[in-house]
């Protein structure tokens, strides 16, 4: 499976509130750095999602590009969301940078699971 498909499916995931989806995606070690600073791990990112302290109630990706990175590949593009943070509605804007790199699945084959995920503010 390539990045972009694999970025779809989180995209579809994050939307839906599809945790078991989204923990199928992400690797054990993710590291999420958030565009407001904030971090998250795996084990927080979907505790957050899961919780409904953190929802999606719109997200869309442009300008999408893949670049090698050894096994792995990397997506840089642009990212637009409405989403519910603690209760409040906040339209976000950034750039971002996720790394996704090939890892064993669950029979055995190679999936590619998100191991970093880099976020920064992007102007309106």
């Keep these: 499976m390539s990045a972009l498909i694999a970025e ?21 070690g993710l590291v999420y750095v958030h565009s407001t600073g904030g971090r998250d791990t795996k084990t927080t990112y979907l505790k957050k999602l899961a919780s409904g302290s953190l929802k999606y109630l719109t997200l869309s990706f442009e300008d999408l590009q893949v670049h090698a990175a050894g096994p792995g590949e990397m997506v840089t593009g642009r990212m637009s969301a409405e989403v519910i943070i603690g209760g409040q509605s906040k339209a976000i804007r950034s750039l971002f940078l996720t790394v996704w790199m090939p890892e064993p699945g669950a029979d055995g084959q190679q999936v590619m699971r998100m191991l970093a995920y880099q976020g920064a503010p992007y102007p309106v």
């Excluded at 579809?12 to 989204?22: R, Y």
């Design 8 to 28: 779809e499916q989180r995209r579809q995931a994050m939307l839906g509130g599809d945790i078991a989806a989204l923990e199928a995606l992400l690797s054990e």
